[in-house]
């Protein structure tokens, strides 16, 4: 099943804008973390507008899907996809890691609304996931529960902790995605400290584990339909690449690091617009 | 204190049905039939700490009100930074309640010892500590913890602790002089209060009377309530089941320096070291002073050489 093409044109723009925000904010903070947020935009885009049930004016809306950024350091992503669905407005991102500012470099939930939890330390978001979704089992609410990590977090041993709670509490409504840009702070994962296999692993623990095209929609698409048709809890295993959409930063981990200059930000933002 | 709080948690429970228990594979037996009664309002999460508290924090955030109980190392130690960002950082409804306070558990070893938790908790903005010394006390911090709604870290020993306070309508939050004296008071919480008890009615034989002082809320601490009780002695004898730095010697003198009040304070605590000793709990007490004879032995020295401390000045 496909996207429309007015929808996947929808989608495609709104990515757009999103870059083009995490680009400005990178550059006005002179902060890091530019490749990781590029990254995760196609999935949180796909989550923002087509798949989270949640109301922009009113985040804590009873009913609503917890998406919970587990990744802290792509909190760029995040307040950017926040902005672009109207859940924040768009002059925060100004104040993004300015003095006296208003968005930190990792989330806090008190910063501003639709930030469900606070991160930044790795390895935390997928075990409050795990409470979330099952008191909302508990309570008997339809609300669905996702948590998007990194690859490199997947090396804490927390994580595997909740991975192995998660089915014995039968957390149909929890799904997993991992953004596997394959590029972690020192290197590629599977040459430092390897998790491969890595669908693998999730099914031993009893997860249903889909593979996906992170910066496909109608890839993203049937992931998400699976992941929400099954009964177990799921995982999306998106294939991603690190600074997706700007070709000097695609795959380079220095743009883990780097900060995004002036020439840099005219550069990639005439690389977008062309686009 | 095990027994009253589980019995004090599930006679709540039966009107309230966001109370949940958490435990870590912890407390065999205790949670019998409050399992049996609320199915599913209980869980073992496993030998998985971190897990355990990430857990309880995404619990709280869809509104339980979460209680984790587990032995103080695996409680705080292991976990302690999702303690920090989960729970204290996000100020949510969960109680930290622990066992094994101090050495009760020797001479299991020092893993197994919670001799630096009150250090790691007084640190954590959000966080509020209470150390009954006695079941009536832990009674008063269940219901108190019931009813509060933020992070909470409730220091238990184990079993068989004395009953010691009579008044069972308390308000945990506030010291309490459990005996009236004169030029020495002595100040404690948790279960070794009752060495301190004991050392008193020693002594009230000889004809000394030091003053007994319960502190159970350690965090936020009452401080107009601690003046105003300890004001007028010539010294203070702080009594505690823990490591030398970080306890409740080091939250009083943090408190005095900063008001300028002189104080003459003696710590009575287990070494700034590791414990290697293999003891029992009564037996590591004796060999560290910190036994009902130890207090007996410092208030003496205290009263007899004059030139020790000096009174409390007025504010």
């Known amino acids: 099943m496909s996207l429309k093409t007015e929808q996947m044109v929808f989608a495609i723009h709104k990515a757009m804008s999103v870059r083009e925000k995490i680009l400005k904010m990178a550059n006005r903070s002179k902060g890091a973390h530019v490749g990781s947020c590029l990254s995760v935009v196609d999935i949180l885009t796909y989550l923002y507008f087509k798949e989270l049930r949640i109301r922009p004016e009113d985040t804590l809306w009873e009913d609503r899907d917890y998406f919970l950024m587990s990744k802290g350091h792509g909190a760029m992503a995040l307040y950017a996809v926040l902005a672009e669905r109207g859940v924040i407005d768009e002059k925060l991102l100004k104040g993004y890691m300015q003095e006296d500012g208003t968005l930190p470099a990792h989330l806090d939930r008190f910063s501003v609304p639709g930030i469900e939890v606070s991160a930044g330390a790795l390895g935390h978001g997928l075990s409050i996931a795990v409470g979330i979704a099952h008191g909302l089992k508990l309570r008997s609410k339809k609300n669905r529960v996702f948590v998007l990590m990194g690859d490199g977090e997947c090396q804490e041993g927390s994580v595997w902790e909740a991975a192995m709670l998660a089915p014995k509490l039968k957390l149909s409504n929890l799904t997993v995605i991992v953004d596997l840009n394959d590029l972690q702070g020192y290197g590629r994962p599977s040459e430092l400290v390897s998790f491969y296999p890595f669908a693998e692993k999730w099914k031993a623990f009893g997860w249903e584990a889909v593979e996906a095209d992170g910066h496909n929609f109608d890839s993203l698409r049937s992931a998400f339909t699976r992941a929400d048709r099954s009964s177990l809890p799921s995982v999306i295993i998106a294939k991603t690449v690190k600074g997706k959409g700007i070709s000097f930063m695609e795959d380079e981990l220095k743009w883990h690091y780097f900060i995004v200059t002036d020439e840099h930000l005219s550069a990639a933002l005439m690389e977008l617009k062309g686009a | ?315």
């Open chain 2, 1 to 315: 204190m095990r027994k009253t709080f589980i019995k004090t948690l599930s006679e709540i429970s039966r009107d309230n049905e966001d109370i949940y228990i958490v435990c870590g594979d912890a407390g065999f037996g205790v949670f019998e039939d409050f399992k049996k009664e609320k199915p599913d309002r209980f869980i073992n999460t496993g030998v998985a700490e971190a897990n355990m508290i990430g857990y309880s924090a995404g619990l709280a955030i869809t509104g339980f009100n979460v209680f984790v109980y587990n032995i103080i190392p695996f409680l705080l130690y292991r976990c302690y930074e999702q303690v920090r960002n989960d729970i204290c950082y996000q100020r949510l409804p969960v109680t930290l309640v622990g066992i094994g306070s101090g050495v009760t558990y020797a001479p299991a070893g020092m893993t197994h010892y919670s001799v630096e938790d009150i250090a790691l908790c007084r640190s954590l903005p959000n966080l509020s500590i209470i150390s009954p010394i006695d079941p009536i006390e832990t009674k008063a911090a269940i219901e108190y913890a019931v009813e509060y709604n933020g992070p909470l870290f409730i220091r238990l020993a184990k079993s068989g602790e004395l009953v010691i306070r009579k008044d069972e309508s308390m308000d945990i939050t506030v010291p309490h002089v459990i005996s009236e004296g004169e030029d020495v008071a002595i100040i404690s919480y948790g279960s070794i209060f009752s060495e301190a008890l004991h050392a008193v009615n020693i002594l009230k034989n000889e004809g000394i009377e030091p003053a007994l002082i319960s502190l159970p809320m350690i965090k936020p601490i009452n401080e107009e309530a601690i003046f105003d009780i300890i004001n007028g002695f010539r010294a203070v004898i702080i009594l505690e089941e823990h490591l030398r730095y970080g306890g409740l010697v080091s939250i009083l003198a943090d408190l005095f320096i900063e008001r300028g009040i002189g104080a003459r304070f003696i710590p009575l605590t287990l070494p700034d070291a590791f414990i290697h000793d293999v003891n029992r709990q009564a037996g590591m007490r004796r060999k560290y002073g910190i036994d009902a004879e130890g207090v007996a032995r410092t208030v003496r020295s205290v009263i007899t050489d004059k030139s020790q401390g000096y009174l409390l000045q007025n504010r």
